[in-house]
């Protein structure tokens, strides 16, 4: 059975905007019988899995910076990626702790999320993997899977 479905890429962007897509989502979990949807905070994705009662899992990114409306870099703007470790643990840091990411514009923004998303597709996102982990649980931080 399947526990989960994230949308990936456009789709992802897109439906956390636009309440058709949003709604064409959580239109298969419901037909699919899967019970929860992972999607940006915030978003149309989430309005309409609360709605509709899925389980909705708001989701952040350790290697992707923000835009100040709490979007995604689009990954065609330079900076969209976020390759630096220490960037990368501070970014995951100040989500844990504050719930808030500094946007690539400077200001603080706010993200409320329940889970953490690092691209295997990121360079070094074996190593950048380890040293999260391995970070976040020398302070104390759970990790589920």
Do not use: W
């Amino acid at each position: 059975m399947v526990s989960h479905l994230k949308p990936h890429g456009a789709l992802y962007n897109d439906a956390a905007k636009s309440e058709t897509l949003a709604e064409s989502v959580v239109s298969l979990c419901l037909e699919t019988e899967i019970p929860e949807l992972v999607g940006p905070p915030e978003s149309k994705l989430e309005a309409c899995a609360k709605r509709a009662g899925l389980h909705f899992v708001a989701e952040a990114f350790a290697d992707r910076s923000y835009e100040a409306d709490g979007s995604l870099t689009p990954r065609t703007t330079e900076g969209a990626l976020i390759t630096d470790n220490a960037r990368q643990l501070k970014q995951v840091l100040n989500l844990i702790e504050s719930r808030r990411v500094t946007a690539r514009t400077g200001e603080m923004i706010r993200v409320s999320a329940d889970t953490i998303c690092l691209h295997g597709d990121t360079p070094g996102a074996a190593r950048a993997a380890h040293l999260l982990k391995t970070s976040l649980l020398e302070r104390g931080v759970t990790i589920e899977v």
